[in-house]
């Protein structure tokens, strides 16, 4: 099928991953299998905070199978985890960077901080000797949260202190003189919940090294293998980048959680060289609870000046963020640059300040989690704007209206440039799918069953394809953000692809070679998608942020240009003509106005076997790599619209509907769009009623499993409707915006806004995430007395 | 301490001395290398280690491999005809794009054809209820629900 | 999980002769022991495999009970037409533990032999006013479940059936803890031949009978008469999930839907 560019472009076409995950022949990293195996298990602390005064190992060496027992006083040579991303302060000053070990040196600063790395003939010998290693701890007073962190009394988790920065962003003066004149001031104050990722294959690794190269192997469940090997070889173990090779296989699920150079792959890569044989590690769940990054976890005060029309003159947004115990990867950028960027929205406020902090505390490292600073920005937004609209008597869908963004491109007050965007058009038509105008009645008819009805909006915008290099430098980014991809035409005509994004149920095996085969005019069973090996593909950022389709897809467009234009070269050759007057069309090179043409087989084959062929002008071979580097963000927008309904006896939410109209610029596939959509809805979902990290006043973590921590089930959700609307973003050769994170940024907002309009009835005014059962009781109880 | 195994997987005896701990996903997975039974958890609530014991749905990582001594078991690796055919129910899955990182898929796929087979006229109410044992964080349940459905019905032909 | 030996049981007299010798643990169904074994939270010697013993499985109706044995599945529960017409909220209460892969492994007998705080069934035992019969008496259901995961069985006693008593009506509502999904908490009312019976589970350290309920219900058995009672929330359960007094206000409320479940 699909001779021509339009026939597989647009296509929802059946995934070509499908076939292994289906039939159980998906390779993950757990289903790796070495020759002499080993496992590997952590000793982790039990304890939020504390000061380790010996490790005595000797007990459990002597443990039956067991090979070798590591600490971090073994670990010589072996530098901290950096953090990819510097954030300078508003004093001008670099955030306070404090060294994180791989594995504890002296101290341990959060329950499941790794001590010891235990390798043995099986998984339970290296359990047992786990529990035989004796850790004498000087017991620490703990602190959990981030606003706690910044009081002067507070247990210091740091010797520098438990603050990372005070950073701003936009003109304090010009927002302060429009607080001043405004008719009304909306207000917020907001807990962003601090989220597990929980992604459902736990993170595994295969590590091992080979002698006869001097260099190792590490299969590891990571969303950026190239990331992995550089942050690890340049800076922790200090090796060329060539002697470690990352593998990423098939990789159940992301989300951001394994974006990030842990501890763990750098202790077993570094183990597996001195044990000498390959060393394999899953985490188990209990144990990702405590290791994986978490997401989120803001306190936010917030304010929108408006005139006594609902326009928005100003916004001051102040927030503190939690870090964890130590910097993750990219933790810095998350609560800043992926953050206080967004906070104009959808909107033309005209004036906006943004101030952060963010402090360590005795709590699991916290880093990007689907939406990475997006979902926290667009909830702080689009409850103002609710506030406001309740405050004033003004229509949601109107007092968004009066403050659209229509002219494009559009230069934001918090640093961003929109290219283009149309959000009455999402607006609308979400309006629509939700059938605002019959709520009235179903509120009516709820209300005879003792039911309150709640409907909530949520106009969002975020910024995607990370990213424009020198941009992000500019901003912090210690590393360059474009994608490589390769075209590889194979001498018999079929095309492999080499991407350096990442696959972890995206599907871009199957999105990326429709953009091939419907550039190329070939047919999509004859495309393979390879990516996730550093062994295999030149280079690559990964996965995450939305990027893939908009950054990696343009990269391997950039290089079927170079394809095209190469055998543009071949084909005039074989068809006598000048290059000029070729033309590529439907799979062809044509001789302008003419029938004569040769097939993209035919000009492939040429170029492999060159007997007829310009060899004095041209090399042979049909092969091009791609580097691209976008020249800007990319602004996936679109309007969400919730309706609950809220059983005020017990306290339940239930999500009756869910619209979301998104503009993702061109699509290449409908129906794996939609199920990035559905799949973001739903978490979104469960971080608006039902997901939270708990920790008690110790620091202990009462939400250690999913005995405690409410992951989202198939009849806690409904069907939710999906529309798109198209406006191709302007700087990338797809006109792809990408679409995996939109869900996870605008729900929260839409359902917490429909849950604030069921209960105002009640009484209550304000009520945080979760909206739990036992959350929504309280609160109609307190608005009650 | 280790016991002797005879059960019958995918239609073939297999019979082995393990560990007395050894649960039935870590014998399928290790001794007879089905490894497209995955282990998402360790409370036995996200369901990917689903597989059928004697036609029924189990979580296979809650289970000792010794308690289903003598038992059929069914794996993902199982149920496609002899030629590489998909059976429905996985057909319906690809169709109605019913996954995308596929680490929850099988446990997905063997939890519905127990749900059919109880079940076989299962309306969107019952499907959602009856896979509440199945964690998914990709989808979002909606084409899970969908393929269920399609598959039901092509099985019911 | 900690190594331990196997024994598989072919009669329920050498099963009790083994839980006697070895001071091992019975195994049933396992999806609460084999789960607390992984995580290391339980770490038996022995394990006395049950799933051999014939005389264990079953329901038959006897007069005006229906008699479970031990052995028998939740979903065999849920789907058995006699317990279906017997006593419909059983089969219902049945259908609701757990999920489907739970249910068709989990037994009744290990259930109760447990006594999770949170479990379905032990509120269905003590409403219907059940007999517990084991290898070596029969136990009233007011005298079973004594206290958090404790009930009255002896280290070598072993539950062969409970009797379940028709009811007049019943019916049971539970409220899943959002992430478990086991009661937060959970009321089972019935109309018996000894009177009215309220018991909770979920709420408190094991299940308990609401006496308040049971008087108010007596007197009339509505909705609103349950509605209107006010349970003391001292000694009731308080965790992240609901404090003691979100329990004390849905255990009225849980009742009411009963008694209109109920018919």
């Known amino acids: 099928m699909g001779a021509n560019e339009t026939s597989v472009i647009g296509q929802s076409i059946p995934r070509k991953e499908d076939a292994r995950f289906l039939t159980g022949a998906g390779q993950y990293t757990d289903d790796v299998v070495m020759p002499r195996q080993t496992y590997g298990y952590f000793l982790r602390s039990p304890h939020a905070h504390a000061k380790i005064r010996s490790i005595d190992v000797a007990a459990a060496k002597a443990q039956p199978g067991v090979i070798a027992i590591y600490t971090g006083a073994d670990l010589t040579g072996v530098n901290g985890l950096p953090c990819g991303w510097l954030i300078t302060g508003t004093d001008g000053k670099p955030m306070n960077e404090p060294a994180h070990p791989v594995l504890a040196q002296g101290k341990v600063r959060h329950v499941g901080d790794p001590i010891a790395l235990v390798v043995a003939e099986t998984a339970n010998q290296a359990k047992d000797a786990a529990e035989a290693i004796g850790v004498d701890y000087e017991v620490l007073p703990a602190v959990v949260s981030c606003v706690d962190a910044l009081k002067p009394d507070a247990p210091q988790v740091h010797d520098a202190g438990n603050k990372c920065y005070t950073w701003a962003l936009g003109d304090k003066a010009a927002v302060d003189a429009a607080f001043a004149k405004a008719a009304h001031v909306a207000k917020v104050d907001i807990v962003n919940n601090r989220l597990i990722p929980n992604a459902i294959e736990p993170r595994a690794v295969v590590a091992s090294y080979n002698r006869a190269e001097q260099a190792y192997t590490l299969y590891v469940s990571n969303q950026n293998p190239h990331v992995e090997r550089l942050l690890m070889t340049a800076f922790v173990l200090g090796l060329p980048e060539t002697k470690v090779r990352v593998i990423a296989p098939d990789v159940g699920g992301g989300f951001g959680s394994k974006i990030y150079l842990y501890a763990e792959d750098v202790a077993l890569v570094w183990a597996s060289k001195h044990v000498n044989r390959p060393i394999r590690w899953n985490c188990e769940r209990s144990e990702a609870f405590v290791s994986d990054a978490h997401g989120r976890d803001h306190v936010t005060h917030a304010e929108l000046a408006c005139d006594a029309n609902g326009k928005f003159l100003a916004m001051r947004v102040t927030t503190t963020a939690n870090l964890g115990a130590y910097l993750s990867t990219f933790a810095s950028c998350i609560p800043t640059i992926l953050y206080a960027t967004l906070l104009a929205g959808q909107y033309t406020t005209p004036a906006i300040y943004c101030e952060v902090t963010a402090s360590f505390t005795n709590t699991v490292p916290v880093d990007a989690y689907r939406g990475a600073g997006r979902p926290e920005a667009t909830y702080v937004v689009e409850r103002l704007v609710h506030q406001a609209a309740v405050d004033l008597g003004i229509p949601q869908d109107e007092i968004r209206r009066r403050n659209f963004i229509r002219k494009f491109p559009h230069a934001t007050p918090v640093a961003l440039t929109y290219d283009t965007g149309n959000y009455d058009a999402t607006l609308d038509e979400a309006m629509k799918m939700a059938d605002v105008a019959g709520f009235p009645a179903r509120k009516a008819e709820a209300a005879k069953r003792g039911k309150l009805r709640g409907l909530g909006y949520a106009s969002y915008i975020e910024a995607c394809g990370l990213a424009p290099s020198n941009v992000a430098g500019a901003l912090g980014a210690r590393a360059g953000l474009f994608e490589a991809g390769e075209v590889r035409v194979n001498p018999t005509g079929g095309v492999t692809v080499f991407t350096g994004s990442h696959s972890h149920g995206q599907g871009h095996e199957t999105t990326f070679a429709q953009v091939v085969a419907g550039r190329l005019g070939i047919d999509i069973a004859n495309v393979e998608v390879v990516h996730g090996d550093t062994g295999r593909i030149p280079f690559g950022m990964g996965t995450y942020g939305s990027r893939s389709l908009s950054v990696g897809g343009s990269a391997i467009v950039k290089a079927l240009d170079k394809v095209i234009a190469k055998g543009k070269k071949i084909a005039a050759h074989l068809l006598e003509a000048a290059e000029t007057d070729i033309e590529f069309k439907d799979g062809k090179f044509t001789v302008a106005g003419t029938d004569r043409s040769k097939a993209f087989a035919e000009v492939a084959l040429a170029a492999y076997v060159p007997h007829n062929y310009p060899l004095d002008k041209l090399e042979p071979g049909l092969d091009e790599t791609a580097f691209y580097d976008p020249t800007n963000f990319t602004y996936p927008a679109g309007t969400h619209i919730c309706e609950v309904e809220v059983d005020p006896e017990t306290g339940k939410t239930t999500v009756v509907a869910f619209a979301a109209c998104d503009d993702f610029g061109n699509i290449i596939n409908p129906m794996i769009v939609e199920g990035q959509v559905h799949g973001g809805v739903v978490q979104g979902l469960g971080q608006a009623l039902m997901e939270q990290c708990v920790y008690d006043a110790s620091g202990q973590l009462l939400t250690g499993s999913y005995m405690d921590y409410a992951m989202p089930r198939s009849d806690d959700v409904p069907g939710i409707k999906v529309g798109t609307k198209v406006t191709p973003c302007t700087h990338n050769p797809l006109g792809a915006k990408g679409c995996g994170e939109a869900g996870a940024i605008g729900a929260p907002a839409a359902m917490m806004n429909a849950v604030h309009d069921a209960l105002l009835a009640t009484g209550v005014k304000d009520i945080q995430m979760p909206a739990s059962p036992h959350r929504v009781w309280k609160a109609i109880q307190s608005a009650k007395a | ?157 | 999980m900690y190594s331990f030996e196997l024994k598989k049981a072919d009669s329920v007299a050498s099963a009790a002769a083994l839980l006697a010798q070895t001071n091992g643990k019975a195994l049933a169904g396992g999806q609460s022991l084999v789960a607390a074994m992984k995580l290391r939270l339980a770490q038996p010697g022995t394990l006395v495999d049950l799933s051999g013993i014939r005389e264990l499985s079953g329901i038959r109706r006897d007069g005006d009970s229906i008699v479970i044995g031990a052995m028998t599945r939740h979903a065999e529960v849920a789907a058995s037409k006699d317990v279906q017409a017997a006593i419909p909220s059983l089969a219902s209460l049945a259908e609701g533990i757990g999920d489907r892969q739970v249910r068709n492994m989990g037994t009744i007998g290990g259930s109760i032999a447990n006594n999770d705080p949170a479990s379905d069934y032990p509120a269905a035992v003590v409403a219907l006013n059940a007999t517990v019969n084991t290898s070596k008496r029969k136990i009233a259901a007011d005298d079973f479940f004594k206290g958090l995961y404790e009930t009255a069985l002896a280290e070598d006693e072993i539950i062969t059936s409970v009797s379940f008593p028709l009811a007049k009506k019943s019916a049971y509502v539970k409220f899943p803890q959002p992430a478990s999904r086991f009661a937060l908490v959970g009321v089972f009312v019935a109309q018996t031949s000894s009177g009215v019976r309220v018991a909770v589970t979920g709420a408190g350290p094991s299940v308990f009978r609401a006496k308040a309920m049971e008087d108010a219900l007596a007197k009339s058995f509505t909705a609103d008469a349950a509605k209107a009672v006010r349970i003391d929330a001292a000694g009731l359960n308080n965790d992240i999930h609901g404090s003691a007094a979100y329990r004390a206000h849905l255990v009225p409320v849980l009742a009411s839907r009963a008694v209109t479940a109920a018919g």
């Open chain 2, 1 to 157: 301490m280790s016991v002797q195994l005879s059960l019958t997987v995918n239609g073939t005896t297999a019979k082995a001395d393990v560990d007395e701990r050894t649960l039935l996903v870590d014998f399928l997975r290790t001794q007879l290398a089905l490894t497209g039974t995955h282990v998402g958890c360790d409370t036995a609530q996200c369901g990917a280690c689903t597989v059928l014991v004697d036609g029924r749905a189990v979580k296979a990582c809650n289970v000792l491999a010794a308690q289903v001594n003598g038992a059929k078991v069914t794996t993902i690796e199982g149920i496609a005809a002899a030629d590489g055919t998909l059976h429905p129910m996985q057909a319906a899955f690809k169709e109605c794009h019913g996954l995308q990182c596929g680490f929850c898929t099988p446990g997905m796929v063997m939890s519905a054809l127990d749900l059919v087979a109880r079940h076989p006229n299962a309306d969107e109410a019952k499907i959602r209820e009856e896979l509440e044992g199945n964690l998914c964080r990709c989808t979002g349940y909606q084409n899970i629900v969908r393929a269920v459905a399609q598959g039901a019905a092509a099985m019911a032909k």
